[in-house]
């Protein structure tokens, strides 16, 4: 692997969406945040499909995100990644974390997960830790799984993930890990990371032989990115990412987390509620102008 370190040449932005449904006004919202601010430094503008959920993701969902981004007007660079055809980048990186030692398999299932937390929660009297997303940080049965049984239960055909041992990653990092968080009006700030709250993340799943944190990490770096701009719902996953990018020896980007969009409840836009999808809004003939006006961009 190649990869392009950011900064030597022009910068690089990326709008990564996920094709699971149609694109809703919070993905415009993102698209165009990456528009403008690309457009602001003279860098290029990449599109990226984050397709390894080879369940969820369908091709009439990828068309549908380049027609629709193309309705919106935003150009991108030719050459679009699609991540399902680049599984054996992401091996080589999980290769290479297994290697050191900082990769064990897990067997749980999401329901023995939920009881051993259960079985903990009522052995202490108190509550067991949440990841910033709201799940409960994996109680670490299988960490103390012998490497014969591990290896036994593989070759058996045992369904199971792979996990970062984050105590032993973070030891290896070293000293204090954060990055930079650039704002449209050219400003900067450092941020440090605490990736200890999200504990031993799954970073290949039971079905796909990656995790959302290990290709967005190895193709950002893969594609020169030098700009990660996105919702800041993914603003606590960026601490698993620069431990991830540290570990690989792979530069971190400058970040921006741009709104979120909430419906008429306070909650965040999500095709899961049925958000009206640019299409729709299309259909009803709603212009681009129109789109680009309502969320602030003329
Ligand atoms: N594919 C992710 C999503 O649709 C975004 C990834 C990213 O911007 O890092 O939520």
């Not at 969009?261 to 958000?275: F, I, W």
């Amino acid at each position: 692997m190649a990869f392009i370190p950011p900064d030597s040449r022009k910068p690089v932005f990326r709008f990564a969406p996920s094709p699971n449904g149609r694109l809703h006004l919070g993905h415009a919202l993102s698209a165009l945040t990456n528009e403008a601010l690309a457009r602001k430094a003279g860098g290029r503008l990449l599109l990226r499909i984050e397709d390894i959920d080879l369940a969820r993701s369908r091709p009439e969902f990828v068309a549908g995100i380049i027609e629709d981004l193309g309705w919106l007007g935003i150009v991108f660079e030719p050459g679009i990644r699609r991540q399902s055809r680049h599984f054996e980048d992401y091996g080589a990186a999980l290769r290479r974390l297994q290697a050191r030692g900082l990769v064990y398999p897990c067997f749980c299932s999401r329901q023995e997960i939920r009881a051993e937390v259960a079985a903990r929660e009522a052995g202490t009297g108190r509550p067991w830790p949440l990841d910033p997303d709201g799940a409960p940080l994996y109680p670490g049965r299988c960490k103390a799984l012998a490497p014969e049984e591990a290896a036994r239960r593989i070759a058996a055909g045992a369904p199971h993930v792979l996990r970062l041992d984050m105590a032993k990653a973070l030891a290896a990092t070293g000293n204090a890990l954060g990055y930079v968080v650039f704002e449209a009006d050219g400003s900067r700030r450092e941020v440090e990371v605490r990736p200890e709250r999200w504990g031993d993340v799954v970073l290949a799943r039971k079905d796909v032989p990656t995790s959302y944190h290990l290709a967005v990490v190895v193709d950002d770096a893969l594609q020169g990115v030098s700009h990660v701009v996105r919702g800041r719902d993914l603003e606590a996953a960026t601490d698993i990412h620069v431990v991830l990018q540290r570990l690989l020896g792979l530069p971190t980007p400058l970040y921006h987390f741009h709104r979120l969009l909430l419906d008429e409840d306070g909650r965040k836009l999500a095709k899961s509620r049925q958000s009206e999808s640019l299409a729709e809004l299309r259909a009803e003939g709603v212009q681009p102008a129109d789109i680009r006006r309502q969320l602030g961009f003329s």
